[in-house]
């Protein structure tokens, strides 16, 4: 009887250590199957001169060395850093802006929220082609509004910034979003101390709002890097990276070396790269955010 | 006498927040052309974009017979059917296997959980685009191109979905939890009559976030796929549109980019206020 107790007991133990294990396991054969296997493929796969049907040969960091010495390459990372940047400072700071003065007791509140917001719920793909028909040389209503005939898609100067405004348009409100999320978690009692004291929006702004809501623009900013880093519809739609490059951006590129010309190896090279660069962004992000909230 | 209207008016803009309205109206009005463009795009009758001085009103409504014409040329049903059936599925498949995870990970003690939280978690920097490749090679290998399966299986584990659930199950009391027990109902049986209808808000949340993100997708389906049979509706929009050397229909083109929108923004419009709130919800916990 009381040997019969325990093991029962034994079992229900066993169950209760194991069960946890068991309701991990289908994220975990998705995770390691679609997510960390490839990933590690890729960066031993990168390792090796390679091609479709052909015998791999173990060379070492030499695909690393031939992708540094092609200056198509940096060519796309200088590209994708002038996108990056334009694109996430004019985005964050403008949706930071319309957050601060939209956090407010304002009658039309909901409706500029589904204003600004609207871009988001839509397809790139359709983002892309509106804009396409908006910057169209003869019909598009821009160059009719501005009274010229301007190639913008198709000027050397010109296609990167029209990319950027996309892009801007696509995602400030969804930044605008997150940073009207995170003012609201704000302690109002703090504004009224400061208004007390005769501070001026701006001084509450800069002295307030702006060091409180610190992780929030943290994370916002780190989004945007991550997205615009990884914007690659856009490209793909719009341009395809012309004309001569001058728009040509890391995933384009990639996607090109993969697909257009079947260079796997190289186009290996590229991801992992990139996903060691994205991985150290990250970490980055996590450090600050330790070191913020230690201090705090 | 003058300074004193001067400061009534000044009074008065401060307290209706004048200059807020007004910039936040420009600001609504610039982000708005766009959608403007394509409605009036839309309607044109497909010649009337070519008549000249330009006009911004249509001379005749055609936006029905445009959707049609178009509707006709490529087969925009199969592509509705497909994109409705990844997105619903993959919903579906994204739930079953985040609940019980972010289950174990918010209410049970267990070695590692910490350590497997993070694995989790990381998924959320790894995006698509940066394993495209190797996913690419994995599902070939597989022999899954072309299928509507291909499109989904890379999203089936959710890390934003088990970040979501955890913080909802962690807010249920323990003597819930332990009421439950009692009456013989624990661990999965659990989670299917009580945890789910206790983190309903919670999936709703999530559920609006996929289907946007997943709807809207356009890379990753337009690299798997090469024939109408899973092709996805932003690929189907994006050949008729782009489809060089006849040149793009833009009547047409915009016609049918209005029928891919209007489901999502449908349910922006009915539900706007939970759209608004998922959408805020997905940063403040990440």
Redesign the interface.
């Given at each position: 009887m009381i040997k019969n107790s325990h093991e029962v007991k034994g079992t229900k133990l066993r169950k209760l250590?194991i069960?946890?294990?068991l309701?991990?396991i289908?994220?975990?054969i998705?995770?390691i199957?679609?997510?960390?296997?490839?990933?590690a493929?890729?960066l031993y796969?990168s390792l090796f001169q390679w091609d479709i049907g052909s015998e791999k040969v173990f060379i070492g960091i030499e695909n690393y060395i031939t992708i540094s010495k092609t200056p198509l390459f940096w060519q796309v990372i200088k590209n994708n850093i002038v996108f990056s940047f334009g694109s996430v400072f004019i985005s964050v700071s403008l949706a930071l802006f319309?957050a601060v003065?939209?956090n407010?007791n304002?009658k039309?509140k909901?409706?500029?929220?589904?204003?600004?917001?609207?871009?988001?719920?839509?397809?790139?793909?359709?983002?892309?082609?509106?804009?396409?028909?908006?910057f169209?040389p003869r019909?598009g209503?821009f160059n009719?509004l501005l009274g010229v005939e301007v190639n913008w898609l198709n000027s050397f100067e010109l296609a990167l910034p029209s990319l950027m405004v996309v892009q801007i348009?696509a995602n400030?409100?969804?930044y605008f979003?997150?940073f009207?999320?995170?003012l609201q978690?704000l302690p109002p009692n703090l504004y009224e101390v400061a208004e007390l004291e005769g501070a001026n929006s701006w001084q509450k702004f800069r002295y307030l709002t702006f060091p409180l809501i610190n992780s929030?623009t943290f994370?916002?900013i780190l989004?945007a890097i991550?997205q615009s880093i990884?914007s690659?519809?856009l490209v793909?739609?719009m341009t395809e990276g012309g004309p001569a490059n001058s728009s040509n951006l890391i995933?384009y590129y990639?996607?090109t070396e993969?697909?257009r010309w079947w260079h796997?190896d190289i186009?290996?090279t590229i991801?992992s790269i990139?996903?060691i660069v994205?991985?150290l962004l990250?970490a980055f992000y996590f450090i600050l955010l330790e070191r913020k909230v230690y201090y705090a | 006498m003058r300074s004193q209207t001067r400061n009534k008016v000044w009074i008065f803009m401060e307290k209706n927040h004048v200059t807020t309205n007004l910039v936040l109206i420009i600001t609504s009005a610039i982000v708005l052309i766009p959608l403007f463009w394509i409605i009036i795009t839309a309607i044109k009758e497909p010649a009337e974009i070519f008549y000249r001085p330009f006009s911004l009103i249509p001379k005749r409504f055609a936006l029905f017979s445009n959707i049609a014409e178009a509707w006709s040329r490529a087969p925009f049903a199969k592509y509705y059917w497909n994109t409705v059936v990844v997105v619903m599925g993959l919903l579906v498949v994204q739930l079953i296997i985040a609940i019980p995870a972010a289950y174990a990970f918010a209410r049970l003690e267990f070695k590692g959980k910490n350590l497997l939280f993070m694995i989790v978690l990381a998924k959320l920097m790894i995006t698509a685009q940066s394993v495209l490749l190797p996913n690419y090679l994995l599902i070939s290998s597989l022999g899954l191109l072309d299928t509507k399966l291909a499109i989904a299986l890379p999203y089936f584990s959710s890390p934003l979905g088990v970040l979501l659930f955890r913080q909802a199950f962690k807010q249920i009391p323990q003597e819930v939890v332990d009421a439950a027990k009692i009456d013989g109902c624990q661990g999965l049986k659990f989670i299917w009559h009580i945890g789910i209808s206790l983190v309903k808000p919670m999936i709703v949340a999530f559920s609006i976030i996929s289907i946007v993100y997943h709807w809207n997708e356009f890379f990753w389906p337009m690299l798997v796929t090469d024939t109408a049979k899973a092709r996805t509706l932003t690929i189907g929009l994006a050949m008729f549109g782009l489809k060089g050397e006849t040149g793009t229909e833009w009547t047409l083109t915009m016609a049918i980019a209005i029928v891919v929108v209007v489901p999502l923004f449908f349910m922006f419009a009915v539900f706007r206020r939970q759209f608004i709130n998922s959408f805020m919800q997905s940063g403040t916990t990440g």
């Amino acid at each position: 009887m009381i040997k019969n107790s325990h093991e029962v007991k034994g079992t229900k133990l066993r169950k209760l250590v194991i069960r946890p294990y068991l309701y991990l396991i289908p994220i975990f054969i998705f995770l390691i199957a679609f997510t960390y296997y490839p990933i590690a493929r890729m960066l031993y796969l990168s390792l090796f001169q390679w091609d479709i049907g052909s015998e791999k040969v173990f060379i070492g960091i030499e695909n690393y060395i031939t992708i540094s010495k092609t200056p198509l390459f940096w060519q796309v990372i200088k590209n994708n850093i002038v996108f990056s940047f334009g694109s996430v400072f004019i985005s964050v700071s403008l949706a930071l802006f319309l957050a601060v003065l939209a956090n407010k007791n304002l009658k039309f509140k909901g409706f500029y929220q589904s204003m600004v917001f609207y871009p988001h719920i839509i397809p790139l793909a359709v983002g892309a082609l509106i804009w396409i028909w908006l910057f169209n040389p003869r019909q598009g209503l821009f160059n009719h509004l501005l009274g010229v005939e301007v190639n913008w898609l198709n000027s050397f100067e010109l296609a990167l910034p029209s990319l950027m405004v996309v892009q801007i348009w696509a995602n400030m409100g969804y930044y605008f979003l997150l940073f009207l999320a995170g003012l609201q978690n704000l302690p109002p009692n703090l504004y009224e101390v400061a208004e007390l004291e005769g501070a001026n929006s701006w001084q509450k702004f800069r002295y307030l709002t702006f060091p409180l809501i610190n992780s929030t623009t943290f994370f916002v900013i780190l989004l945007a890097i991550i997205q615009s880093i990884q914007s690659v519809d856009l490209v793909y739609l719009m341009t395809e990276g012309g004309p001569a490059n001058s728009s040509n951006l890391i995933i384009y590129y990639l996607y090109t070396e993969a697909f257009r010309w079947w260079h796997l190896d190289i186009a290996s090279t590229i991801s992992s790269i990139l996903f060691i660069v994205l991985l150290l962004l990250t970490a980055f992000y996590f450090i600050l955010l330790e070191r913020k909230v230690y201090y705090a | 006498m003058r300074s004193q209207t001067r400061n009534k008016v000044w009074i008065f803009m401060e307290k209706n927040h004048v200059t807020t309205n007004l910039v936040l109206i420009i600001t609504s009005a610039i982000v708005l052309i766009p959608l403007f463009w394509i409605i009036i795009t839309a309607i044109k009758e497909p010649a009337e974009i070519f008549y000249r001085p330009f006009s911004l009103i249509p001379k005749r409504f055609a936006l029905f017979s445009n959707i049609a014409e178009a509707w006709s040329r490529a087969p925009f049903a199969k592509y509705y059917w497909n994109t409705v059936v990844v997105v619903m599925g993959l919903l579906v498949v994204q739930l079953i296997i985040a609940i019980p995870a972010a289950y174990a990970f918010a209410r049970l003690e267990f070695k590692g959980k910490n350590l497997l939280f993070m694995i989790v978690l990381a998924k959320l920097m790894i995006t698509a685009q940066s394993v495209l490749l190797p996913n690419y090679l994995l599902i070939s290998s597989l022999g899954l191109l072309d299928t509507k399966l291909a499109i989904a299986l890379p999203y089936f584990s959710s890390p934003l979905g088990v970040l979501l659930f955890r913080q909802a199950f962690k807010q249920i009391p323990q003597e819930v939890v332990d009421a439950a027990k009692i009456d013989g109902c624990q661990g999965l049986k659990f989670i299917w009559h009580i945890g789910i209808s206790l983190v309903k808000p919670m999936i709703v949340a999530f559920s609006i976030i996929s289907i946007v993100y997943h709807w809207n997708e356009f890379f990753w389906p337009m690299l798997v796929t090469d024939t109408a049979k899973a092709r996805t509706l932003t690929i189907g929009l994006a050949m008729f549109g782009l489809k060089g050397e006849t040149g793009t229909e833009w009547t047409l083109t915009m016609a049918i980019a209005i029928v891919v929108v209007v489901p999502l923004f449908f349910m922006f419009a009915v539900f706007r206020r939970q759209f608004i709130n998922s959408f805020m919800q997905s940063g403040t916990t990440g």
